[in-house]
């Protein structure tokens, strides 16, 4: 009798392989159900419309892009530049809310060549400077920087140069630079189920669930989010007490 333990894999292209996709999903997910857990009862979160995961709250949306990777990225990386193509798009068709732009990246933060910002200083972080920053006028010179450095590469949409050139520092501070964050350098998939363990064990523990209980929840939170984002309607919502009732 053969050992199948023995049996090598077919040879294959390597090319077709999806695994890094398959676990970029997954990961969105578990994203998915940590935020979930930490809903507000007013808010909602949709999954796969705008953005991978969309909160509302109010007026409010918080819409996050969710990326696992491990290769650094830069205002020139390729996701970026949709990111930020997106960010503007989101508020352009749907003026009528305040549309917060989360990238949220397993990736590092890398430096761009040249610096043509002339800070020594990666975009990115410069960006992330400017966004937090609470003095009008050192906010507005990272504004400023960005700005002309966006315009001079000529890879964001035509939609954004356009706006970029037709605003002051204070403008594109205000409508775009205040709007993205850059959450780069996250968790891997591991240590946000881990979170989710957490949060469903000290959940557990205030009703007197054991903590082997309370874990257990987890699969079964996957899978509910994983049901909602693969529906086919526009129904892909989930609240708090969805999360409470699994």
Do not use: C
């Not at 009862?41 to 409010?60: K, Q």
């Not at 315009?151 to 050139?165: D, N």
């Not at 989710?196 to 309370?214: M, Y």
């Amino acid at each position: 009798m053969s050992n199948l333990g023995d049996k090598a894999p077919l040879l294959n292209d390597p090319a077709r392989e999806a695994t890094a996709s398959m676990y970029g999903y997954a990961s969105q997910i578990w994203r998915s159900v940590l935020i979930w857990l930490r809903l507000q009862t007013t808010e909602r979160m949709y999954l796969e419309g705008a953005e991978d995961i969309d909160v509302i709250h109010g007026a409010g949306v918080q819409t996050t892009q969710v990326k696992a990777t491990t290769e650094n990225i830069t205002l020139r990386s390729a996701n970026v530049i949709e990111a930020i193509n997106n960010a503007w798009l989101h508020q352009e068709r749907n003026p009528d809310w305040e549309i917060r732009y989360r990238y949220l990246t397993t990736a590092k933060i890398g430096l761009e060549q040249g610096d043509l910002l002339g800070l020594s200083m990666a975009g990115l972080e410069v960006w992330e400077r400017a966004r937090r920053a609470t003095d009008v006028g050192a906010r507005n010179a990272d504004a400023e920087r960005l700005r002309q450095f966006l315009l001079q590469e000529q890879r964001i949409s035509s939609q954004v140069q356009a706006f970029l050139r037709d605003s002051d520092a204070s403008g594109v501070w205000l409508r775009l630079v205040s709007k993205v964050e850059w959450d780069t350098d996250a968790a891997e998939a591991p240590d946000v189920v881990k979170e989710i363990k957490d949060e469903l064990v000290s959940w557990g523990a205030e009703r007197h669930v054991p903590t082997v209980e309370a874990e257990k929840v987890t699969a079964h939170l996957y899978e509910a989010a994983w049901s909602v984002a693969t529906r086919r309607d526009a129904d892909r919502f989930l609240v708090r007490a969805d999360a409470i009732y699994i």
